[in-house]
């Protein structure tokens, strides 16, 4: 079955002898629900000329209001993710009002890059949605990372604490990990699927900061902020010109009404010195839809980060700026 991340397009694409028009119905569903049996969306087109016959349609953005991550729940053993972080969509391709074949895919809220190419996908049996290559870096307690498993097999997750786990169905699972190098395979044998490296930082000066959000792979990615922050507030309000209350007015009125204010916090954190790589999760960071600080929603204000490296930059140490995504008087309506 294939996977696809549906914040690049995805095309379907019909091009069959004697084509004058194509259709596809699409059919979206979450794990634990029934499989529709009427088109949740119906897509039709006639072709441009009888010199262009091929019609593609872009269905990934279709999958979208189907996968609504929130928030990460840690665990401590290897347990199914949220089934809202993903879900299924069946396209059933048509040409001239006749059925042609039809194929099911496993959406991930993430994304390709320009230079992957068009129409991105894999089939891999297990899929880490992560960059296992990249370090990661804890202060206390469990992370985890999100992983896809499609086998219905016992699997060894194995590191500081060995889990054997059973998947009686694919699905998205949490791996947990604290520090340690961990790896996952089927049962404890040689062969391993991927391995990770996480290490746990002590910070003694400094109140480290928690900062979870959805990566390029649409998986949950944990980014530890380790040295100073500072915050702050933007305030924004309207005003008007009130008339005075009688000719001799009174002096302690003024002459603006200020209304509508609102204020919203902000705060910069800094990572701390890092690998080279992690680049990558700041890059993911900035173009993320969904941000956590501390189990708190947030913006990424920063809009812009320079690569750095060893040679250059000696140690390296991103800032980024966030603005927490509510205002500080609760006027929810």
Request: proline share 4%.
């Amino acid at each position: 079955m294939k996977k696809i991340f549906i914040r690049s397009p995805y095309f379907i694409e019909i091009d069959e002898v004697d084509q004058t028009s194509a259709k596809i119905e699409i059919f979206l569903w979450n794990k634990g629900t029934t499989e529709p049996t009427i088109p949740t969306y119906t897509l039709s087109k006639n072709i441009a000329s009888q010199l262009q016959t091929l019609i593609a349609f872009n269905v990934a953005n279709y999958a979208k209001e189907y996968i609504k991550p929130i928030a990460p729940v840690s665990v401590s053993v290897p347990t199914e993710e949220n089934v809202k972080n993903w879900c299924y969509m069946k396209i059933v391709r048509y040409s001239n009002d006749v059925e042609l074949d039809d194929e099911t895919f496993v959406c991930f809220n993430g994304y390709t890059q320009y230079l992957d190419g068009y129409n991105q996908s894999t089939e891999d049996e297990v899929v880490p949605l992560i960059n296992p290559n990249i370090n990661l870096t804890t202060f206390s307690g469990y992370n985890y990372i999100d992983v896809w498993i499609e086998d219905n097999q016992t699997y060894l997750w194995e590191g500081n604490n060995d889990n054997f786990f059973t998947t009686s169905t694919e699905g998205l699972w949490k791996l947990p990990y604290d520090y340690d190098r961990y790896r996952l395979s089927i049962d404890g044998t040689s062969e391993y699927f991927f391995t990770i490296q996480t290490e746990q930082l002590c910070e003694v000066k400094y109140t480290p900061i928690t900062c979870k959000f959805i990566n390029r792979f649409g998986g949950w990615q944990f980014l530890t902020f380790f040295k100073a922050n500072s915050s702050g507030i933007d305030v924004t309000s309207k005003d008007f010109d009130i008339l005075p209350s009688s000719i001799n007015y009174n002096v302690l009125q003024g002459q603006k009404k200020v209304f509508n204010s609102q204020g919203k916090q902000k705060i910069k954190c800094n990572t701390g010195w890092v690998d080279e790589n992690y680049f990558e999760l700041i890059q993911d960071l900035l173009l993320s839809e969904t941000v956590l600080l501390d189990n708190k929603p947030v913006t990424v204000k920063s809009q812009s980060s320079e690569y750095k490296t060893n040679i250059k930059d000696k140690n390296i140490n991103y800032e980024i700026e966030f603005e927490y995504n509510f205002g500080l008087i609760n006027d929810v309506i």
